[in-house]
């Protein structure tokens, strides 16, 4: 390929992770039982990510590789394609050729994303990226197609997450994943607990610089206690609170509580239509800023209410539709 033709490839690559959908739960499924992914869309999953790494033993991956290969042919091939659930995989890390393989045996029509563990610095991400780019080429897909998720488990990954996150136009679900005895707390040495307050502030640091790189779509995890769903709705909500909009999970009966969490409710959704039409009516009044229940509001709160009702499918409705709404 010339350069031209790369480097055109390339910006139009630059655009795709703006315009990816969020997602508020993505659900790991090990990559042996692909007959599980049924029981992911019936729990209402935004996305299943196969699991190819801790999931599958050493002597299982190649034949969990061409059982996920499988899946990922039988949904492009589906001919529902309406709301369908997204697909990714968790690789393992692209340490040696047989990673690149591994990326070649599955990027393919109906892979929506690759999960990348053990990221350690912004390079490990440009090799994942070229890596996936010629693989988009060798299947015909569009240049950034394949989208890329980061895992930050490592304490350097971690501190690097701004330039991780700058690394790749195809990122736009990085965040910060604290579960209790994993990789994560095993490199950053923190004593986990229910409430989060020892990961607060690393999940506070990675999602701005995951916010500052342009990552239109964080998102946290993860909650291990399978029934224990007050927990996991206490985690979902201080993440959700941090500014995070979806969570991994690693059990069906979590994806309700998830899903629930990181979707507005429908009051929060009418407020922001007749906050929106409140400042609309005092802007056509010549007036910038406007007491909206007993705060005052401007364009600034305007601008985030319509990018929550543009987010979640909601029509802005025009002020003229809307009753007045008094202080």
């Keep these: 390929m010339s350069s031209e033709a790369s480097s055109a490839r390339r910006a139009e690559a630059d655009t795709r992770a703006v315009d990816r959908p969020p997602l508020r739960s993505l659900l790991f499924v090990p990559g042996t039982r692909t007959d599980w992914l049924p ?22 991956k190649l034949a969990a ?14 001919t529902d394609q309406a709301g369908r659930m997204a697909l990714f995989v968790r690789v393992n890390p692209l340490d040696s050729w047989v990673g690149a393989e591994e990326l070649r045996a599955i990027v393919r029509p109906g892979l929506t994303g690759i999960v990348l563990p ?21 299947q015909g897909l569009s240049p950034g197609r ?21 690394a790749a136009s195809r990122i736009a679900y990085l965040g910060a994943l604290t579960a209790p005895g994993g990789d994560v707390e095993r490199a950053v040495g923190y004593r986990w607990s229910p409430e989060g307050t020892e990961t607060v502030a690393l999940r506070s640091r990675v999602l701005l610089d995951a916010r500052a790189a342009g990552v239109p779509h ?3 995890g993860l909650w291990t206690r399978i029934s224990d769903l007050p927990g996991l709705r206490a985690l979902a909500e201080q993440n959700r609170s941090l500014g995070y909009e979806g969570m991994m999970a690693i059990h069906p009966s979590h994806v309700p509580v998830i899903n629930e969490v990181f979707s507005p409710r429908p009051d929060e959704l009418a407020r922001c239509a007749e906050l929106i039409a409140a400042v609309e009516a005092a802007q056509g009044d010549g007036t910038g800023a406007v007491a909206f229940q007993g705060e005052m509001v401007d364009e600034a709160m305007a601008a985030t209410a319509r990018l929550v009702l543009e987010r979640h499918g909601t029509p802005i ?3 003229e539709e809307l009753p007045p709404s008094g202080p």
């Design 218 to 220: 964080p998102v946290s």
């Design 65 to 78: 590789r061409a059982q996920v290969a499988d899946a990922i042919a039988r949904t492009a091939a589906a």
């Design 317 to 319: 409705r025009l002020a």
């Design 39 to 60: 029981k992911a869309r019936a729990a209402g999953a935004d996305a299943a990510v196969l699991d190819l790494e801790d999931a599958v033993p050493a002597s299982g």
């Design 118 to 138: 053990k990221v350690r610095s912004a390079q490990d991400v440009k090799l994942a990226d070229r890596l996936l780019d010629w693989c988009e080429q060798e």
């Design 146 to 166: 394949v989208a890329l998720v980061p895992l930050l488990e490592t304490a350097r990954g971690l501190r690097e997450a701004y330039d991780i996150a700058q």
